[in-house]
C-alpha cells in the first residue's frame, strides 16, 4: 500500500486547509484511515481518524476537535482533513496512515502503532 498525501502549504493564521491522502491497490475501503501531524522539536501527534468501508466511526484529537473534519471517498481512494481556523500551534509536516486489518479498539485509532502503512507527509506551515 502506497499513500500520497497533498494539499500543505503556507497559510496564514484564521485560514483553513483540506489536506488529501490517496492510496494505491484496490482495497481502500478495507482500510481505516488516520492523519497524524509533526511539529518541529516535537513527538507525531494523533489528529484524526476515520474507520474503514462506510466510514461511520471517526476520532478526533481532543484539543482539535471542533476545528478538524477528516472523511473519506472509496471511489477515489482518498482521505480527506479539514482544518478550520489554523494558527501557528498547527504548522507541522501531516502524514496518512492506514490499518488494513481490523481495528481492535476504538481507542487504537490514535495510537500510531496500530498502522500498518505511512504516507511520505506534507507540510503544513501557518503564519500569524
Known amino acids: 500500500v502506497q499513500l500520497q498525501a497533498s494539499g500543505g502549504g503556507l497559510l496564514q493564521g484564521g485560514e483553513s486547509l483540506r489536506l488529501s491522502c490517496t492510496a494505491s491497490?484496490?482495497?481502500?475501503?478495507?482500510?481505516?484511515m488516520g492523519w497524524f501531524r509533526q511539529a518541529p522539536g516535537k513527538e507525531r501527534e494523533f489528529v484524526a481518524a476515520i474507520s474503514r468501508r462506510t466510514g461511520s466511526t471517526t476520532r478526533y484529537a481532543d484539543s482539535l476537535e471542533g476545528r478538524v473534519t477528516i472523511s473519506r471517498h472509496n471511489a477515489e481512494k482518498t482521505t480527506y482533513l479539514r482544518m478550520n481556523s489554523l494558527n501557528p500551534e498547527d504548522t507541522g509536516i501531516y502524514y496518512c496512515a492506514a490499518r488494513t486489518g481490523r481495528m481492535n479498539s476504538f481507542d487504537d485509532y490514535d495510537q500510531f502503532t496500530a498502522y500498518d502503512y505511512w504516507g511520505q507527509g506534507t507540510l503544513v506551515t501557518v503564519s500569524s
Open positions: 491497490g484496490s482495497s481502500f475501503n478495507n482500510y481505516h
